[in-house]
């Protein structure tokens, strides 16, 4: 298995743009985890889908940011419009089950100009 | 606060010595997992611990958990310059959904 894949692995727009991650899941792994990682604020869950289904959301610090998994191998973060201070790296990590090791994506550097 | 913080927050140590990272925790927990990352990379899982497990090795590593204490002991023993990374430990409480990562150790591993 490739692991779990990010695209696009850098990004850089302007404030007001809108943003996509996208982010593919181990197969077979039934949880995905999206997190936003910088030197203020460290590692933080923004949110995380069980069976596509999304389970907490409460670390999604605005309504600017939105997420889907339509299905078992897709998942996207949206920000909409972005913001200087959106600028972070952003990772998906899936598991099989929600307590289970988690397996990290290399992440998207986002910057916003 | 945080669930589980690392202590210390930043240790350097020449090569061939050993590193001690501890995490502590405040609530009860199902498991708990420790993870690398390497600059600029995706955290890699190195170990899990058991709430009814004391002790796990794996390779050059030990993990040690105390229920008691609510805390966990990360030890590398016979540190290398590769194992410069920042380490996090995740607490799996009971009855949450999620892992909770900690704010990480910074290792750093003098040639």
């Known amino acids: 298995d490739a692991g779990v894949i990010q695209s696009p692995r850098h990004e850089v727009t302007e404030m007001g743009q809108e943003v996509t991650l996208r982010c593919k899941p181990i197969s077979g792994h039934n949880s995905l985890f999206w997190y936003r990682q910088t030197m203020m604020r460290g590692l933080e869950l923004l949110i995380y889908?069980?069976?596509?289904?999304?389970?907490?959301d409460s670390g999604m610090p605005e309504d600017r940011f939105s997420a889907k998994m339509p299905n078992a191998s897709f998942s996207t973060l949206k920000i909409q419009p972005s913001e200087p201070r959106d600028s972070a790296v952003y990772f998906c990590?899936?598991?099989?089950?929600?307590?289970?090791?988690?397996?990290f994506g290399p992440g998207t550097r986002l910057t916003v100009t | 606060s945080q669930q589980g913080e690392e202590d210390p927050q930043a240790l350097s140590i020449q090569e061939g010595e050993n590193a001690t990272m501890n995490c502590s925790y405040k609530?009860?927990?199902?498991?708990l997992q420790w993870y690398r990352q390497n600059s600029g990379r995706g955290l890699v899982h190195l170990i899990l611990i058991r709430s009814n497990e004391r002790e796990k090795h794996s390779g050059r590593l030990r993990v040690t958990l105390d229920t008691s204490k609510k805390s966990s002991s990360l030890l590398i023993t016979a540190s290398r310059a590769a194992d410069t990374a920042s380490y996090f430990c995740?607490?799996?409480?009971?009855?949450?959904?999620?892992?909770?990562f900690g704010d990480g150790t910074t290792l750093t591993v003098k040639p």
């Open positions: 990590a899936s598991s099989f089950l929600l307590q289970d090791e988690q397996y």
């Open positions: 609530t009860s927990i199902n498991n």
């Open positions: 995740a607490t799996d409480v009971q009855g949450a959904g999620k892992s909770t």
């Open positions: 889908f069980n069976n596509n289904v999304p389970i907490d």
